[in-house]
């Protein structure tokens, strides 16, 4: 008689451990991804909403915005020429500059440009803040009204 040999069969189980930590690894990632993206707009919604209340203030407020952004043109004139300290100037801006090309001292002039007026002093500055320049510094002769 023939001996009989048995096989055993084995199973083997392979785990499958490395694919459910890559699908762990991503999901955290996900995750976290989603919670930077929602702190990124939140923060970015908060800074918006924080330039609207300035905008909204200098629009309640037209006479303090006009008087701050004189403030701030002076100081960045300031720092390119001797200003007079002892008056705050008119300021105003280059907004059509073909109806100023006739004047001598708006012969350089672009629209943007801004006008300081002393009057005090008798001096206008044309002052250029696309390129942070003086284009232009001339004394102003302000007559009485009166005939002489």
């Keep these: 008689m023939a001996a009989k040999k048995t096989v ?4 083997v189980t392979v ?3 490395p694919n459910k930590r890559l699908k762990t690894k991503l999901i955290v990632l996900l995750a976290v991804v989603i919670v930077a993206v929602v702190a990124g707009l939140f923060v970015n919604q908060v800074h918006t909403n924080n ?3 300035k905008e909204n203030q200098k629009l309640s407020n037209p006479q303090a915005a006009a008087q701050a952004e004189t ?9 390119l020429i001797e200003l007079p300290s002892s008056e705050t100037p008119t300021v105003a801006t280059v907004v059509d500059v073909s109806k100023l090309q006739k004047q001598p001292f708006f ?3 672009k629209n943007g ?4 007026i002393f009057t005090q002093a008798k001096k206008a500055i044309l002052y250029r803040p696309a390129t ?5 510094v001339a004394p102003i002769n302000l007559g009485t009204g009166q005939p002489q």
């Design 8 to 11: 055993k069969e084995e199973s």
């Design 15 to 17: 785990e499958k451990t």
């Design 51 to 53: 330039q609207l209340k």
């Design 71 to 79: 403030r701030t043109l002076t100081q960045e004139v300031g720092k």
């Design 107 to 109: 012969a350089s002039a």
């Design 113 to 116: 440009d801004r006008v300081l």
């Design 132 to 136: 942070n320049k003086i284009i232009q």
